[in-house]
C-alpha cells in the first residue's frame, strides 16, 4: 500500500523521543553509588535493581509486539511510557531494596519493553527503504537518553540527593510521552512510501512472512539470538558500571564520571545510526564482524592501559558498538522473518539481550568485588564472548552462502 498522507517522519521523531526517556536506564551508575551511601545498601544489591529492569523486558517486548502486530502501537508505546516514568518516580520513594527492585526493577522494566518494541517495530514497518537507518535511528534515542539523563541526574543528586533525581526526572519523562503520543500514528504492514518499489523477491514465493513458531524452527534463529547477546554483553557491563569503574580504575572524580557516562551514552547513541547506515551499504554479516572486532579491541584497551585517554578510548569504542547491536539486529530479524510478525518474533529474539542483561553486571560486579574493585577480569571474559560472537557470524554467513547456491545446484 503506498500511503501519501502518512507522514512518516513525525512518528520516527516523536517515537525517538519516547525511548529517549526509557533510555534513561542507562543511566543507571550515576545514581548507583550515591544511592548506596544515601541508604546504606551494598553495589550488589541495587546493581540487581538494573538487572531486573533489563531481565523483565522480554516479557512486555513480546506482549507489546503481539499488540503492536494488531495495529495498537500507538496506545502500547503510550501505556509503556506512562509505565517507565511512574516506576522512575516511585524509585524516588524507595526506602528498601525489595521496593527498589519493584519500582525500577519491574515497572519501569515492563514499561520499558512495552515501549521500546511498540516504537521499534511500528517506526521499521515505516521505512521499508532505508530499514538500517530507521532502526539506527530509532535505537538512538534509547542510547543518547544518557546524554541528557547523566548530567541532568548528577546536578540534581549534589543539590539534592538520589531519591530527589529520581523523582524530577520521573515527571519529566511521563510529561513528554503524553506529548509525543500526539504524533504517533499506527503503521500498516504493507506500507510503502511514495516513489519506492519493493525488491523482486527471487524466489517466487512472494515477501517471507514467518511467525515466531516458524521462526524457532530456523537454525539462523539461534544463532542471531545468540550473536545478539554475547554482542550486548559488554556494553551492559560497562553501561552499568562506567561511573564505578572510572571512579575506581581510572581516578576520576563524580563529576567527571558523570561526563563520561554522557560520553558513552552519546557514543552509543551514534553507534546505532552509523552501525544502522553502514549495514545498509555492507550488509548486517560484515557489519557485526567489524563490531565484534571493535569491541575486544575496546575491552583491551581498558585491560592493559591506564589514563583518562586509555578511559575514554575503551568507552567510546565500547559505546559506539554496542549501539550497532542494538541498531542492526532488529533489520536483521526481519529480513529474515518479515514485517507482519516483527513486533513478536523481535520481543523473542530480544531474551538473548536480557540474559545479557542479566550476567553482564553480575559478573562484573562479583569479580571486581573479588579483586578490590578492578574489572579487569571482566573485561577479558567479555573479550571471550566478543571473539565467540564474531564465530557464530561467521558461521551464520556461511549458512546463507549455502542456502543461495541451493538454488542454483537445483536448477542445474
Keep these: ?194 516513489g519506492w518499489t519493493a525488491p523482486i523477491v527471487k524466489s517466487g514465493n512472494g515477501p517471507i512472512n514467518k511467525n515466531w513458531k516458524k521462526m524457532l524452527q530456523t537454525p539462523e534463529f539461534y544463532l542471531i539470538i545468540f550473536m545478539l547477546g554475547v554482542g550486548a554483553f559488554s556494553g551492559l557491563m560497562i553501561a552499568s558500571n562506567a561511573a564505578v569503574i572510572g571512579q575506581e580504575m581510572f581516578g576520576l572524580t563524580a563529576a567527571a564520571a558523570a561526563f563520561y557516562v554522557s560520553l558513552y551514552s552519546l557514543s552509543n547513541c551514534l553507534g546505532r545510526v552509523l552501525w544502522g547506515t553502514v549495514s545498509d551499504r555492507l550488509g548486517r554479516t560484515k557489519t557485526l564482524l567489524i563490531i565484534y572486532t571493535v569491541v575486544a579491541c575496546s575491552l583491551l584497551v581498558l585491560a592493559l592501559l591506564s589514563g583518562t585517554a586509555a578511559f575514554a578510548i575503551g568507552i567510546i569504542g565500547l559505546g559506539l558498538c554496542f549501539g550497532g547491536v542494538m541498531g542492526v539486529f532488529p533489520s536483521m530479524v526481519m529480513e529474515n522473518y518479515g514485517p507482519v510478525n516483527q513486533g513478536v518474533n523481535y520481543g523473542i529474539v530480544f531474551i538473548g539481550y536480557s540474559t545479557a542483561a542479566f550476567f553482564g553486571p553480575k559478573v562484573a560486579t562479583g569479580m571486581a568485588a573479588n579483586h578490590n574493585g578492578d574489572f579487569t577480569q571482566a573485561f577479558y571474559t567479555a573479550i571471550v564472548l566478543a571473539v565467540v560472537g564474531l564465530l557464530l557470524d561467521l558461521v551464520y554467513i556461511q549458512r546463507k552462502k549455502n542456502q543461495q547456491a541451493e538454488p542454483l545446484v537445483k536448477g542445474r
Excluded at 519516547?18 to 551511601?37: D, K
Excluded at 544518557?146 to 540534581?156: F, G, R, T, V, Y
Excluded at 530527589?164 to 510503502?192: C, T
Aim: net charge positive; glycine share 12%.
Design 1 to 194: 500500500m503506498e500511503n501519501k498522507s502518512l507522514n512518516r517522519w513525525p512518528v520516527l521523531i516523536a517515537s525517538t523521543a519516547v525511548l529517549l526517556c526509557t533510555g534513561a536506564v542507562y543511566a543507571f551508575s550515576v545514581f548507583a553509588g550515591p544511592l548506596s551511601q544515601l541508604k546504606g545498601w551494598s553495589m550488589s544489591e541495587i546493581m540487581l535493581a538494573f538487572t531486573i529492569n533489563a531481565a523483565v523486558g522480554p516479557i512486555t517486548m513480546i506482549l507489546g509486539g503481539f499488540l503492536t502486530d494488531r495495529g495498537l502501537a500507538k496506545w502500547t508505546i503510550f501505556f509503556g511510557g506512562l509505565l517507565f516514568g511512574v516506576g522512575f518516580f516511585l524509585t524516588g520513594l524507595v526506602n528498601s531494596p525489595g521496593m527498589l527492585y519493584l519500582t525500577y526493577g519491574i515497572l519501569a522494566g515492563l514499561g520499558q519493553g512495552f515501549a521500546y518494541s511498540a516504537c521499534l517495530s511500528n517506526t521499521l514497518r515505516l521505512f521499508p527503504d532505508k530499514r538500517g537507518l530507521a532502526s539506527g535511528l530509532i535505537t538512538a534515542g534509547m542510547g543518547g537518553a544518557a546524554i541528557i539523563a547523566a548530567p541532568i541526574a548528577n546536578s540534581l543528586i549534589e543539590s539534592q540527593d538520589a531519591l530527589y533525581a529520581f523523582r524530577m526526572l520521573g515527571i519529566a519523562y511521563i510529561l513528554v510521552v503524553v506529548v509525543a503520543n500526539f504524533f504517533i500514528k499506527n503503521a500498516p504492514n504493507d506500507f510503502k512510501p511514495a
